[in-house]
């Protein structure tokens, strides 16, 4: 129950993470498992996956394929639709921090 309703809060977190990083440079799955791993999060590619089709379909980010090694690689890129999102859920994370760090 508890891991249920933390799983959902982190569902935004890591969303806001995606579209961060997405921001700064292009990104495949793989490496965003490495990094929301090393930022705590235990996410698996089943779970990884679907957050980024989903963000695919509303707009949020833009795929494109690329050979890697012989291999077709996706890479996730921020829209700018997506970078309109990220304003606003960084304006409301930063509040709540604000609010948060000093209890
Ligand atoms: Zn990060």
């Known amino acids: 129950m508890q891991d249920k309703i933390l799983r959902k809060f982190f569902l935004g977190f890591i969303q806001i993470h995606i579209l961060h990083h997405g921001k700064e440079e292009p990104f495949y799955g793989a490496w965003m498992i490495e990094e929301l791993i090393e930022h705590g999060y235990d996410i698996s590619p089943g779970t990884l996956y679907p957050i980024l089709k989903d963000m695919t379909q509303k707009?949020?980010?833009?795929?494109?394929?690329?050979?890697v090694k012989g291999k077709i690689r996706k890479y996730y890129t921020t829209t700018e639709l997506g970078e309109t999102i990220l304003v606003e859920a960084r304006k409301k994370a930063y509040e709540l921090f604000r609010e948060l760090k000093d209890d």
């Open 59 to 67: 707009g949020l980010l833009e795929k494109e394929e690329k050979i």
